[in-house]
């Protein structure tokens, strides 16, 4: 018997993918004692349908079944993966293969799952967004974007009351889309959920009247159970919000196709937040990556997520900012060599990417500028509510500043003509947060 004859029937440099299969790319760096050719055997083995051993009774279905390890370029490879291996609308399902027991084998030290090219058919057993890029036009009524959303400062300490009546009503009247909850606000006892979402209802009513614009709230459905999260993604839609959000990483998948779900069926949007991402996206040689996990939740169906700014406070490379927001905006994207695998969706709808953490209004021309549209949602909470003549007139400064950029106008010279602005000039001017 040869070596390690089980793990070898895995690599075939002659393999051409089918157009049905699933590939995966990943980074990947073998253990000592164990080649790369070995290595790359084991990942596609030990993610479908192989062991440790050859065995001495195979089932007949089992050719059809395998991976096949066909491509390696230094420290990534390439892994096809029979599509019939894995249930059909079900993320949870497929991540158990090539994001599951691999990452724990001492055959590699470390290994990235960097992308997924997914087969149209296997596409289409997805819902997608229920709305998508289409937010802008069908729920605000606006010819273009950004959707802009602030999140009341600091994240934790206001009462259900103050949430609504004195940060919220401020954010509307001064011209914001939407208020949004952080990612730890839930059902604390000095916040309850019911009366957040009752207060923000009411306080919604008088700042849409006064002011003519359609106002939403991000509010945060993430919850202990599925009954409870049902109920309340039915509590905010029965007070007439059209969007709710969930900690997608944190609830986990199946809590977001769930919510997914329920959104279809009660047409509303979902705000998807990252919160716990970078345990597993931010270092380069171990996890999956954040492009990947944002192809995820357009399949799941969620309408927008945070995938960085690039020039913000939080980490996170401009290219793959930018390989990812052209992923998810993006009806076909092409491959970019270790990074992006080409993907066809369909069709799925395109989903809006979220550019929030550490920015002011001097910064969102250029976020603009990083991402290429206006097509996103743009977040500015201590960039708004840190604004020397207060909330409302923070709200103003940062509508000022998407004025200006529509119209081509420099920052400096509309602040003449427009003192909000220019007084958060005066004092973030520029600045990026470190």
């Excluded at 934790?156 to 939407?178: F, N, P, S």
């Excluded at 270092?283 to 996990?293: P, R």
């Amino acid at each position: 018997m040869r070596k390690n004859e089980w793990y070898s029937d895995f690599v075939d440099a002659k393999y051409i993918p089918k157009n049905d299969d699933i590939v995966c790319l990943f980074r990947f760096n073998a253990a000592d004692g164990i080649s790369k050719t070995e290595a790359m055997g084991r990942i596609a083995s030990e993610s479908s349908v192989g062991t440790w051993t050859t065995l001495a009774t195979l089932p007949k279905v089992l050719p059809k079944l395998k991976a096949h390890s066909f491509w390696r370029n230094r420290d990534f490879c390439k892994v096809a993966y029979p599509r019939i291996l894995f249930e059909p609308g079900s993320i949870t399902g497929f991540l158990a293969g090539p994001a599951g027991n691999i990452f724990g084998m001492k055959a590699v030290d470390n290994l990235r799952l960097v992308d997924v090219a997914f087969p149209r058919e296997y596409v289409k057993s997805f819902r997608g967004p229920t709305f998508g890029v289409d937010a802008i036009k069908r729920i605000f009524k606006k010819k273009s974007g950004p959707i802009t959303a602030v999140v009341p400062k600091p994240k934790l300490g206001y009462t259900a009351r103050e949430h609504a009546e004195k940060v919220a009503y401020a954010i509307w009247r001064g011209g914001i889309d939407c208020v949004k909850d952080d990612e730890n606000l839930t059902n604390q006892t000095f916040n309850r959920f019911s009366e957040r979402v009752k207060s923000l209802a009411r306080v919604r009513d008088k700042a849409e009247k006064e002011t003519g614009e359609i106002k939403e709230a991000f509010v945060n459905v993430t919850a202990p159970d599925l009954r409870e999260l049902e109920k309340r993604i039915k509590m905010v839609y029965d007070n007439g919000f059209r969007y709710f959000m969930l900690d997608v990483v944190i609830s986990g998948f199946t809590a977001a196709q769930t919510a997914s779900n329920m959104a279809h069926d009660y047409n509303m949007a979902i705000h998807a937040h990252r919160a716990m991402h970078a345990m597993f996206t931010r270092n380069e040689k171990h996890g999956i990556s954040m492009l990947l996990l944002a192809k995820l939740m357009r399949l799941i169906g969620v309408d927008q997520l945070h995938i960085g700014t690039a020039i913000g406070k939080l980490e996170g490379s401009k290219k793959a900012i930018v390989a990812t927001k052209d992923m998810i905006l993006s009806k076909e994207v092409n491959e970019i060599p270790m990074l992006r695998l080409h993907q066809d969706w369909g069709s799925i709808k395109p989903m809006l990417p979220v550019a929030s953490g550490g920015l002011h209004p001097g910064l969102l021309p250029q976020i603009f500028d990083i991402y290429k549209t206006t097509d996103m949602v743009a977040q500015v909470g201590g960039g708004t509510q840190g604004h020397p003549m207060g909330t409302e007139a923070g709200a103003r400064a940062v509508m000022q500043t998407i004025d200006a950029y529509h119209q081509n106008i420099d920052l400096r010279e509309y602040a003449e003509g427009h003192s909000e602005l220019k007084e958060a000039l005066k004092k973030w001017g520029f600045r990026r947060p470190k």
